[in-house]
């Protein structure tokens, strides 16, 4: 089993760093949008999915993460990564900030207060204009590559946002397994229940809330150096939306649901455009539904229950065989002892 993991990972990082080398740069370029959503939409999926508050404020902190990398890079004169970085912090700060009156709040009255940092973020920057250029934005200078890295810009960033994917999906994974793993479930299902265990739920909910704000931040300072443009029409409430939206679909409570909803993110308007503006809100809904009726569980769930049930299958399908072969033996057992008296 462990060689099998090595073997499709290593596989898996082949085709991940060959990428850039076999296709089209704007092909490059959309696979990069699709993992700077993938990290701030699992951020999303830790606190609705694993802990089961729903968030309405997600854009928020995507565009605190956009505008601290820019303005970092502008006016610290850091690099790109140190900005990311920067992004990071701050968000978590603000994160923890906000789930500190958010921690004894579920359900309807957790998604209103979080409303108001929804709508909230458009009126702010434009109230800034002299740092986040308003209504009008900032152009971003994209990441330049070294003199050594022949393959271009897109290729450049596309490597350096799969290293910072890399790295966020496997500290959330290591965050989320185990005990951990354990008490968010535990939280989700009942905080009362979970509390009496031994766990704290008021502390471990504002960390989640913070680590998911952070993710969305540092997903939010990928994406504007990828585009290379930020502005307060990128961060509506309608971006919050899609965001739960993908989750579900990905699957709620799952590491890997996360990329599903980078790709939903990234792909789904852009075709919903193309059929006309009408039609995206009937695309999306459409897409939900689906979801909703024949994979509940979201893309990544339905595929993780269909596999444990077909494994649980098979052990059982094992121990009876196993049962049948004992009985078959110990009857012959009996036959050959009653054959030699």
């Known amino acids: 089993?462990?060689?099998?993991?090595?073997?499709?990972?290593?596989?898996l990082a082949v085709i991940l760093l060959g990428v850039p080398l076999v296709i089209p740069e704007y092909q490059t370029f959309q696979l990069t949008g699709v993992m700077t959503y993938a990290v701030a939409a699992l951020g999303l999926n830790l606190i609705t999915g694993y802990v089961g508050q729903v968030s309405l404020g997600h854009n928020a902190f995507f565009a605190l993460g956009s505008y601290?990398?820019?303005?970092?890079?502008?006016?610290?004169?850091?690099?790109?990564?140190?900005?990311?970085?920067?992004?990071?912090?701050?968000?978590?700060?603000?994160?923890?900030?906000?789930g500190y009156p958010a921690k004894r709040l579920r359900g309807l009255y957790l998604a209103l207060i979080t409303l108001?940092?929804?709508?909230?973020?458009?009126?702010?920057v434009k109230q800034f204009k002299a740092y986040t250029g308003g209504a009008a934005g900032l152009m971003v200078d994209k990441p330049v590559p070294p003199a050594w890295f022949t393959l271009g810009q897109d290729a450049w960033i596309y490597y350096m946002v799969l290293a910072f994917t890399v790295v966020v999906f496997w500290l959330v994974r290591n965050f989320v397994g185990g005990s951990n793993g354990r008490a968010l479930a535990g939280i989700r299902e009942g905080e009362?229940?979970?509390?009496?265990?031994?766990?704290?739920?008021?502390?471990?909910?504002?960390?989640?809330?913070?680590?998911g704000s952070m993710l969305a931040g540092v997903g939010g300072a990928l994406a504007t150096f990828t585009i290379g443009f930020i502005g307060p029409d990128s961060f509506t409430l309608m971006l919050s939306i899609s965001f739960l939206a993908a989750i579900v679909v990905g699957g709620l409570g799952t590491i890997w649901g996360a990329l599903v909803a980078g790709l939903f993110l990234?792909?789904?308007?852009?075709?919903a455009s193309d059929l006309g503006q009408a039609f995206s809100g009937a695309v999306y809904g459409g897409i939900l539904i689906a979801c909703m009726t024949l994979m509940p569980n979201g893309i990544v769930g339905s595929?993780?229950?269909?596999?444990?049930?077909?494994?649980?299958?098979?052990?059982?399908?094992?121990?009876?065989?196993?049962?049948?072969?004992?009985?078959?033996?110990?009857?012959?057992?009996?036959d050959r002892g009653v054959r030699a008296t």
Do not use: C
């Not at 089993?1 to 596989?11: D, L, P, Q, R």
């Not at 077909?310 to 072969?325: L, P, V, W």
């Open 116 to 124: 108001i940092l929804a709508v909230s973020v458009i009126p702010l």
């Open 68 to 98: 601290a990398a820019v303005l970092s890079v502008v006016y610290l004169g850091v690099n790109d990564v140190l900005g990311v970085l920067i992004a990071a912090i701050v968000t978590f700060i603000a994160g923890v900030l906000a």
């Open 303 to 334: 595929l993780m229950k269909i596999t444990s049930s077909r494994r649980e299958a098979r052990k059982a399908a094992d121990r009876a065989a196993a049962k049948s072969a004992e009985k078959t033996a110990v009857k012959a057992a009996a």
């Open 1 to 11: 089993m462990a060689v099998t993991k090595i073997g499709i990972g290593f596989v």
């Open 266 to 271: 990234q792909f789904v308007p852009s075709y």
């Open 192 to 211: 009362l229940a979970a509390s009496s265990m031994g766990v704290d739920v008021n502390r471990l909910k504002v960390i989640v809330f913070g680590v």
